[in-house]
């Protein structure tokens, strides 16, 4: 008899395709996927630990959680992700009626830890770094993967930001071989994906054996997947300003599928800061890496994260953020108080910055992004675009898609437009989204894809 799945997935967008593929590893097993934890057999919640808040989401959920699994006799309780690696043993002392924990390397071994759940041989925990690739040993993809897809290539980070704990819970850089990756995208083609957003936690320091043997870049990876046909769009997440080399730069200015988006986070404004926060660049860096990718496709939307309120910033330092904010011209960011975690080289800094200040900043941070999002979209209105269509909206005969530039935009269209691409006039922008009127489809050809119009 079919068992049921329940996954609540917490963080990054590498949770949310590590979700899918422990959807994927339990299929055999009989486990298919419900949104109703009362009614599941199996329930696992997979964990973000960036910040503070973020993982005390974890234990008020496993609060909620547990009078469910007492109603639902046999159910397993399960913690994946970046709180079970760095908490492990921890959970089962705060929250006792778990049964899983285990770390975001082992997912290919979750059939043996339910095999041992289901005996009731007691809490089994995993958090292990394991030799072997659990992308060697995880089933290829069981559900639709739907218009827009995630592909994971390169996992973990040697970067070792001081406020990071990315590296303690991802482990080391790995990257997944190129025919391994060009194999996976196919059949996500196969299955009705169009775009493909490449994931890695420094997804630029992708370095993968290619297929002489030869260890290739991020740009030698988007070059083969480039040749899949029925494959429009390609884009990739999240950068590291030092690992922006000059082939992925020019092929900015080269590949029409690879779409003109980039996540490149700063962080800071502040040389000191960026020092402090061993990001190892400066603000001017940056500054010439942006005028460097602009020379190669002059209308890259450009994207960020920011945190404020780093151990020792001062005004000044974060007037710097402010101006170099105003310079960008960012199309969209993400910004956030600086939440200080165990085990991180900047949780023992001095001169922490009081909360007020923090939200303040913030606030004032917030309230600058948010014009030059609006700026950035006000450049599209009367614009005709390629909008990729994913889903249906809410209201009738809409649809959801969008830009090169990564903006949802609002259409009506026959839904059989889905998976396809149409020329969209951009009529209005609100909040989050713009919204435009149909003109007439694209044909697939990847010249059509991508328009060169500079912004
Ligand atoms: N690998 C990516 C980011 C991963 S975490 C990179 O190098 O940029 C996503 C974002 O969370 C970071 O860019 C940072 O802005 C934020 N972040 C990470 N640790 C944080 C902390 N301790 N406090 C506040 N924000 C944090
Ligand atoms: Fe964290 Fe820095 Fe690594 Fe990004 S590069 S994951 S911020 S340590
Ligand atoms: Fe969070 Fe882990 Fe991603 S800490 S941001 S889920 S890598």
């Not at 068992?3 to 917490?10: D, V």
Request: hydrophobic share 40%; charged share 25%.
């Amino acid at each position: 008899m079919a068992k049921k799945l329940f996954i609540k997935t917490y963080g990054c967008q590498m949770n949310v395709y590590d979700s899918a593929r422990m959807a994927d590893v339990l299929a055999p097993l009989g486990y298919r996927l419900t949104d109703r934890p009362e009614a599941a057999d199996m329930v696992i919640l997979n964990t973000c630990h960036i910040r503070e808040k973020a993982s005390e989401k974890l234990f008020s959920e496993l609060g909620r959680l547990r009078p469910v699994k007492a109603e639902r006799g046999g159910q397993i309780l399960a913690v994946a992700g970046c709180v079970a690696q760095a908490e492990g043993e921890e959970i089962f002392r705060r929250a006792p009626h778990v049964d899983l924990v285990f770390g975001p390397q082992t997912y290919h071994r979750l059939p043996e830890m339910v095999a041992r759940a289901t005996r009731a041989e007691g809490a089994v925990l995993d958090t292990d770094f394991p030799v072997e690739s659990k992308f060697d040993h995880l089933p290829e993809a069981a559900s639709a993967p739907g218009v827009s897809a995630f592909l994971s290539i390169q996992e973990g980070c040697d970067k070792f930001c001081t406020f990071c704990v990315v590296p303690y819970t991802r482990g080391a850089e790995f990257s997944r071989p190129v025919a391994a990756i060009v194999e996976e995208a196919r059949h996500l083609v196969a299955n009705g994906a169009r775009e493909i957003t490449l994931l890695g936690q420094n997804v630029n320091a992708y370095r993968g054996p290619g297929p002489k043997g030869e260890a290739a870049g991020l740009a030698d990876l988007i070059r083969a997947l480039a040749a899949i046909e029925g494959l429009l769009r390609i884009r990739y997440t999240t950068s590291h300003p030092r690992d922006m080399d000059a082939d992925l730069l020019r092929l900015h200015g080269e590949e029409a599928k690879l779409m003109p988006f980039l996540h490149l986070p700063v962080q800071s404004g502040s040389d000191s800061v960026l020092e402090r926060m061993n990001r190892g660049h400066g603000a001017d860096a940056y500054r010439e890496l942006v005028a460097t990718l602009r020379r190669h496709r002059p209308d890259i939307a450009l994207s960020s994260d920011f945190i404020v309120g780093f151990p020792g910033e001062t005004d000044e330092d974060f007037e710097a953020t402010l101006a170099l904010v105003e310079e960008m011209g960012f199309a969209q960011a993400f910004s956030f108080k600086y939440s200080p975690r165990p085990g991180t080289p900047a949780a023992l800094m001095p001169d922490a910055v009081p909360e007020a200040v923090k939200a303040e900043r913030l606030h004032r941070l917030q309230t600058l992004l948010g014009q030059s999002q609006r700026a950035w979209n006000a450049k599209m209105l009367g614009r005709t675009l390629p909008v990729l269509f994913e889903q249906a909206g809410r209201h009738r005969n809409q649809l959801i898609g969008r830009s090169p530039y990564w903006q949802a935009v609002h259409v009506e269209a026959p839904e059989a437009a889905i998976g396809d691409l149409g020329q969209i006039r951009i009529l209005a922008q609100h909040r989050n989204s713009l919204a435009g009127e149909w003109i007439g489809p694209i044909g697939t050809s990847p010249s059509a894809t991508s328009e060169r119009a500079c912004a």
